[in-house]
């Protein structure tokens, strides 16, 4: 009996450290988006004609850097708005990227505030979504995907 109730009480620990583990992620998802809102706020960025916000690295993952920045050639002109960050050579990014750079929706990070604490985040390139202004929610640009992809993964 009392081997059963230690067994119990062990289930019970595991649960509450995945729970836990799981609330504190989806934490840090949540404060990196409000941070990177905040930010634009400060900068003076309407927040709110916008949708969704990009985080491009220039530096991490070269070819998901590569996709992001097609992405970012192919949608530009939509309600993104968009953030290159750990800029590694301003002048190759221009020699890129060209003129595209400076529209109204796109911001260089020179001062590398839109960097997050976790690494791991910083390797690849983010979209937040913006829709809803109690709840932002963000996934990794995957290689390929569509804005119109993307839309759908953030309805799921």
């Known amino acids: ?10 289930n019970k620990c595991l649960v509450g450290l995945l729970f836990a583990f ?6 840090v ?9 905040s930010n634009l706020r ?7 004609s916008y949708t969704h ?5 220039e530096e991490g993952c070269g ?5 992001a920045e097609h992405f970012f050639c ?3 002109e939509s309600d993104i708005f968009f953030v ?15 003129k595209l750079l400076e529209r109204e929706n796109v911001l260089l990070d020179i001062e590398q505030r839109y960097v997050a604490k976790k690494e791991e985040m910083n390797i690849y390139p983010i979209l937040i979504d913006i829709r809803t202004d109690d709840e932002y929610t963000w996934l990794f640009l995957e290689p390929g995907m569509s804005y119109e992809r993307i839309l759908e993964q953030f309805e799921k």
């Open 1 to 10: 009996r009392i081997k059963w109730y230690l067994q119990l009480m062990k």
């Open 22 to 27: 799981f609330f504190l992620s989806c934490s």
């Open 29 to 37: 998802k949540e404060d990196y988006a409000r941070i990177v809102v």
């Open 42 to 48: 400060e900068e003076g960025v309407n927040v709110d």
């Open 53 to 57: 916000i990009a985080i491009i690295p």
């Open 63 to 67: 070819g998901c850097i590569s996709e």
């Open 74 to 76: 192919e949608n530009v």
């Open 84 to 98: 290159f960050t750990k800029i590694r050579s301003r002048k190759e990014l221009v020699l890129r990227l060209g």
